[in-house]
Each structure stands twice: as structure tokens, then as C-alpha cells.
T-cell receptor, first 113, second 111 residues
Framework: NAGVTQTPKFRILKIGQSMTLQCTQDMNHNYMYWYRQDPGMGLKLIYYSVGAGITDKGEVPNGYNVSRSTTEDFPLRLELAAPSQTSVYFC????????????FGSGTRLTVV | GENVEQHPSTLSVQEGDSAVIKCTYSDSASNYFPWYKQELGKRPQLIIDIRSNVGEKKDQRIAVTLNKTAKHFSLHITETQPEDSAVYFCAASRGGNQFYFGTGTSLTVIP
């Protein structure tokens, strides 16, 4: 039982490049989330999904896209990377919404130069 | 939306002393309050949570208290140990898909 697995762990992108952050979970959780964590700040929700085929925007969705074709996978796509997207990205999943804690992935540290 | 404020931003205590971190929230409909511990370079991990129908919850050396009237909740760590050194985040949820996180408290336990 691996929990939530994120890849890659580190990445440096040039301005304008694109990339996909991968997230997969093996706990059969319906609810999955992408957060970004900036220094000295709390985690901000980018996108979330309540099940396969269903996604919705969180607090800071601009510049990102997601898809959820299976229960296990929830990739985050960055199009036209900008320095403002330099951050640590965490994927998370939960058994149910709202009143259950998250299981987080190990994070992806992204730098846009 | 919800606004969660967390204090202090940094906290240093001597080993064996207690540590208290406090969070306030703005949305009276929030009903679930988890706490996460994040060690340097690692993922946040859930350490304790409390639901709005409970005033206090304990798990060994850690406890969380909730005051719904004042809209604040606190994390208490007793008999602190060096391995308690980490960043602690509080969060609040009203049962939907959005958790609102505090900005974190960096706790250092001095041996």
C-alpha cells in the first residue's frame, strides 16, 4: 500500500515550458486534491476531484489544468510556466469530503526560471 | 470564504516543556479542524483532528481544544521532545471540498 505517490520530486522549468505533475493513489479514495505551498504561507487549493470524470477549481486555479480519467490518477498540467508558479506542489487524497483528513504525497518542488 | 489565522509563526521551547499553537477561524459553519505536522522536506501528516461536536480530544502527548463560541482551536503538546520539531498547520472545513489552512507554526524543541 504505497498511499499517494507523486512524481517528479524536483523539476526546473524554463518560462513558457509545460509539464505534467503526476499523482496516483492506491487507497481507492474518490476525493483527490492539488495544493501549492509557498514559503511562509499555508497550502492553497488549486483543483480537486470528487471522482473519476469530475474536477473543479479551487482557490488558485489559473495557469493549471487537471484531468481524472481513473480513480487512481490525478495529474496536474502546467501550461506556459511562469515564475509565479515556483512552489512546492502537494497532491492529496481522502476517504470522504470535508470531515476526514488528507493523505498527502511527498511533494514536487518546482522552480521556474 | 473561510479565513484561518495561526499564531505564533515561530515557537521555541525547552525539551520537556509544553507548546501551544492557536488558530482562529471566521466561518461559523466550519465543523472539522485537523492539524498537520510537516517535518523539513517531507509531506504534511495528519496528527490529530477534532469535529465541532467535541470540545477536546487527546492522543498521548498531543491534544486539541475547540471553542466554537470564540471560533478558535488550539494544539497542545506536552513533554516536548526534539522529534516534535517541525512546522504545524491547522485547517478548517465546513464539510465541503475546501480545506482552509493556517500559515504554519515552526516549532523548535531545544534539547
Amino acid at each position: 500500500n504505497a498511499g499517494v505517490t507523486q512524481t517528479p520530486k524536483f523539476r526546473i522549468l524554463k518560462i513558457g515550458q509545460s509539464m505534467t505533475l503526476q499523482c496516483t493513489q492506491d487507497m481507492n479514495h474518490n476525493y483527490m486534491y492539488w495544493y501549492r505551498q509557498d514559503p511562509g504561507m499555508g497550502l492553497k487549493l488549486i483543483y480537486y476531484s470528487v471522482g473519476a470524470g469530475i474536477t473543479d477549481k479551487g482557490e488558485v486555479p489559473n495557469g493549471y489544468n487537471v484531468s481524472r480519467s481513473t480513480t487512481e490518477d490525478f495529474p496536474l498540467r502546467l501550461e506556459l510556466a511562469a515564475p509565479s508558479q515556483t512552489s512546492v506542489y502537494f497532491c492529496a487524497s481522502s476517504y470522504a469530503q470535508g470531515t476526514y483528513g488528507y493523505t498527502f504525497g511527498s511533494g514536487t518542488r518546482l522552480t521556474v526560471v | 470564504g473561510e479565513n484561518v489565522e495561526q499564531h505564533p509563526s515561530t515557537l521555541s521551547v525547552q525539551e520537556g516543556d509544553s507548546a501551544v499553537i492557536k488558530c482562529t477561524y471566521s466561518d461559523s459553519a466550519s465543523n472539522y479542524f485537523p492539524w498537520y505536522k510537516q517535518e523539513l522536506g517531507k509531506r504534511p501528516q495528519l496528527i490529530i483532528d477534532i469535529r465541532s461536536n467535541v470540545g477536546e480530544k487527546k492522543d498521548q502527548r498531543i491534544a486539541v481544544t475547540l471553542n466554537k463560541t470564540a471560533k478558535h482551536f488550539s494544539l497542545h503538546i506536552t513533554e516536548t521532545q526534539p522529534e516534535d520539531s517541525a512546522v504545524y498547520f491547522c485547517a478548517a472545513s465546513r464539510g465541503g471540498n475546501q480545506f482552509y489552512f493556517g500559515t504554519g507554526t515552526s516549532l523548535t524543541v531545544i534539547p
